[in-house]
């Protein structure tokens, strides 16, 4: 009996074995679906934070690079204007020397032409200095000359110098004659005698003549005479390149009317004398 009582109850016992088995191996398969899970969670939840942190690093790695190209593009715009800087300096030294020697050379010129200025008015005072005092050694011979002629013939001061009129009173010139008497000629030996002390003049011979006759006729009358006048006085010691010979006809009468004393008045010859050293008409 005992036996069979074993052998009865075996059979039962293996099915519920069995499902404590399936339900164990169930619960280790939901134990390890659950930690793989987790596992899985956990994976992913790193993964996350590392891409989280890669992005982070990424993002500080290009603010960082876009930083140092800021800080290259400042170093290099710094670099470049520090070597402007430093031509620029080069330059303003150039500019600074050039014009510091600009600036003694203009000195130098200065002084120079001040001196020259100061030498130019020395030597024009001088100068003014000497003219007048040849002026005024001029006008004395002028006056000289004035005052010895006026006792050979009438005399006159004009604008252009002397003026010595030798009319019928000294030049006793014949009607239709240009010849020269022997009195004319010792009045004009003394005229020369006092022109030869004096030197620096010219002298204009002018003849006229009355107005008997032609104006072409008395032209060429008057040019007689005064040639006449001049070259006796040339003979006499006078140089002749101090002479210009005109005659002017009967156009410039010194006395008015047709009277045989009128006529005589206007056959004359006039000496023009001019110190060349004076300046006439101021």
Same mark, same amino acid.
């Given at each position: *009996? &005992?036996?069979? $009582? ?33 596992? +899985?969670?956990? #994976? ?5 934070? *590392?891409? @989280? ?9 290009? =603010? ?16 470049? +204007?520090? %070597? ?16 510091? @020697? ?5 000195? =130098?010129? +200065? ?6 200025? &100061? ?9 003014? +200095?000497?003219?007048?005092?040849? %002026? ?27 003026? *010595?009129?030798?009319? #019928? ?44 006759? $032609? ?28 002479? &210009?010979? @005109?005659?002017?006809?009967? #156009? ?31």
């Amino acid at each position: *009996m &005992t036996s069979l $009582s074993l052998q009865s109850d075996e059979p039962a016992e293996r099915p519920r074995r069995t499902g404590r088995a399936v339900i164990l191996f169930l619960l280790l398969l939901l134990l390890c679906v659950s930690a793989l899970g987790f596992l +899985a969670y956990r #994976s992913e939840q790193r993964t996350r934070a *590392m891409e @989280q942190q890669v992005a982070l690093l990424s993002a500080r790695t290009a =603010q960082a690079e876009a930083l140092a190209r800021q800080a290259m593009d400042r170093a290099a715009t710094a670099d470049t +204007a520090a %070597r402007a800087a430093a031509e620029g300096r080069q330059v303003a030294e150039a500019q600074t020397a050039s014009a510091r @020697q600009e600036t003694a050379s203009a000195r =130098q010129e +200065a002084d120079t032409a001040r001196q020259e200025a &100061t030498s130019a008015k020395e030597t024009a005072a001088r100068a003014q +200095a000497e003219a007048e005092r040849i %002026r005024k050694a001029a006008e004395a011979e002028v006056n000289r000359l004035e005052a010895a002629l006026g006792q050979i013939a009438e005399t006159r001061r004009t604008a252009l110098g002397l003026v *010595m009129n030798l009319g #019928s009173d000294h030049l006793k010139f014949e009607f239709d004659k240009a010849d020269l008497r022997p009195e004319d000629r010792e009045l004009l030996s003394r005229i020369a005698g006092i022109i030869l002390t004096s030197h620096d003049y010219t002298i204009s011979v002018n003849g006229h003549t009355d107005d008997v006759g $032609s104006d072409a006729y008395n032209q060429k009358l008057s040019e007689r005479r005064a040639e006449a006048v001049r070259d006796y006085l040339i003979k006499a010691g006078l140089p002749a390149e101090i002479f &210009t010979v @005109q005659g002017h006809g009967k #156009s410039l009468p010194l006395v008015r009317g047709t009277s045989e004393e009128a006529r005589a008045k206007n056959r004359r010859v006039e000496l023009g004398l001019v110190n060349t050293r004076i300046r006439y008409g101021r």
